[in-house]
Every structure is written in C-alpha cells, then in structure tokens.
C-alpha cells in the first residue's frame, strides 16, 4: 500500500484504531500499521478475532478494505487484564446484571456451528474466575448482526423477574436502522402481527390476531436517494421485528438479504444498531439508561 495508514485517535485503550486511506486487503493493512511485531503475530491477532472493521469483527485475511472504514485491533491484554472481550465491552455490572456492547458478527449464544465465541460464553468464564459457581443468564438476544446493548441476569430469579415483567420493566428500547431507498414519510407506526415458518423465518399479517401483536415506531434521521438513517422504537419485542417491519414499509434494511435487503457490501455487516436500553433495576426499582455509540458507518452512507 502507498500511504502509512495512521490511528484516527490517540485514545488507544482497549482498541488501536486505524481509518483506511486507500482499498487493499486487510492482512497487508495490518502488517503495515502493526509494522513492529511479526508476521505470524499479525496471524494470531486476526485469527483470535482481535481486528474489526466497521465494528464487525473480521477475521479473513483476504478481506477488501474500502477508502474510509475504520479498522479496530483489540490490544493484547493477557498478561495485565482477563476481562478484555472479544466483539463485546462491559458497559455496566453488579450483582444482579451485566449489561454489554456488543459488535456485529458476535453471537449472543451458542449455535450448532459455535459454541465457544459467543457473548454468554465469554461472560460465564468471566464471572466463573471470581467463583466457579457463579452463572449467567439469557434474557434477550440481539442477531449476530446487530451490534448495540444487550443485558444478562446473574441469577434465575432476576432473569425470570425481567422477562415475565418485560414490558413493564423496560421503559425504552431505541435502534438506528440504515434502510435501502429513501424514506419519505418522517414519521410513522407499523402496527402488523407476525408468525414464524417451518423455515424460521418470520412473517407479517395485517389481520388481527393472526400471529404475536408487533407494533414499531421510527422517525427520519437523515436519507439520501439511496438510504435511510432511522430510529426506532419498540413497542413490542418480536423476533426479527424491525427487519420485517422495515421490509413491509418497502425499506429493508441494508444487508438483510433475508428479509428483501440487498448487498451486504454496503456496510459489510447487517444495518441494524441497538442505542439505547432503559429499564427499571429488578433489585433497587431504580430507572437506568444504557446506550451505545451508532456505527459513523450509518451515518456515511446516509448523508
């Protein structure tokens, strides 16, 4: 490559990033800017999954870089610090919670294909090094996809209490969904009812009760004639509700070839971002907000 690639900011903890100044594969990128340590060090890095771009953890050696994307690389941390994450942060934790940031291209769970690298894998070794008794729960998924806030309960009780009281607890649940096509309607409300196929995938019905109640709100950011930048909020939580809901408004959100989206190397990734999460702590009843930073990839591509 012909320009030294230089870190966007020096705030290099966990993360050295990088902007890219000219399209190349990413292995030859990383040997230049990480042009102090070895070949096979540079190997071990991507293999581990310490580099991602676009916040999408990346792994193959041969990937095409784009004039603009952002390149992260995890330092190594092993010898100062065990709680450095792959694709995932802590963003807050207590006795009863843990809730994360998690980057597109991370499990929530296990799969049939992989176990180990999934963010409740990671947690459950975390907690288990203070006490090996002590556990994680599932109380919502994100896609792997889908990058945002996610949390976890610490006990069967306080999983339990969060999702029988879902509704209630949960005070705001905001996305940033970058969608094909501009938008013209600045506002607006999907309310449809969906059911899943024998295939797992879901499907829309406007007629009444014929399937779980969904109901989705947006609003416009920014669009272009090309793309959309949209918040969303859930009024209800079913599964793959907003790419369905996003697909119905004729708008599929950009990569989503499942539900009508088109190339995924517009972003590399799903355009799917959970910002915002407001719940009310199932212990103290005290209201709590937790977000996280929308990928400046969104916003690029919509101006």
Excluded: C
Excluded at 32 to 46: C, D, G, M, T, W
Excluded at 81 to 101: A, L, P, R
Excluded at 138 to 163: I, N, P, Y
Excluded at 185 to 199: A, D, F, M, Q, R
């Amino acid at each position: 490559m012909k320009n030294k690639k230089r870190p966007r900011s020096k705030k290099a903890a966990p993360f050295l990033t990088y902007e890219v100044t000219e399209s190349g594969e990413l292995f030859p990128f990383l040997r230049e800017v990480l042009e102090n340590r070895s070949r096979n060090s540079v190997k071990s890095i991507l293999t581990r999954g310490q580099v991602s771009v676009d916040d999408r953890i990346q792994t193959q050696h041969n990937y095409m870089l784009e004039k603009g994307q952002v390149v992260k690389i995890l330092k190594n941390k092993e010898a100062v610090k065990q709680e450095i994450f792959i694709g995932m942060s802590i963003v807050y934790e207590d006795e009863d919670i843990i809730v994360i940031d998690k980057e597109a291209g991370l499990l929530s769970i296990a799969t049939k294909e992989e176990r180990r690298q999934t963010a409740f894998h990671q947690l459950m070794d975390y907690v288990k090094q203070e006490d090996p008794a002590n556990r994680i729960f599932v109380v919502h998924r994100l896609d792997k996809e889908t990058s945002g806030v996610m949390v976890f309960a610490k006990s069967e009780k306080v999983k339990r209490k969060l999702q029988d009281n879902w509704k209630d607890i949960v005070k705001e649940r905001t996305y940033v969904v970058l969608v094909e096509g501009q938008v013209t309607k600045e506002k607006g409300y999907i309310v449809s009812w969906l059911k899943e196929s024998p295939t797992h995938k879901m499907y829309s019905s406007r007629v009444k009760n014929d399937g779980q109640r969904a109901a989705t709100r947006y609003r416009v950011i920014q669009s272009n004639q090309r793309f959309s930048l949209l918040e969303v909020e859930l009024e209800t939580g079913r599964k793959n509700q907003i790419r369905v809901h996003m697909q119905e408004l004729g708008h599929p959100v950009v990569g989503d070839k499942k539900y009508g989206g088109g190339n995924r190397r517009v972003l590399g990734r799903l355009g799917l971002h959970a910002k915002a999460l407001a719940l009310y702590h199932p212990k103290t009843n005290t209201l709590m907000f937790f977000r996280s930073d929308v990928p400046k990839s969104f916003y690029h591509k919509s101006k």
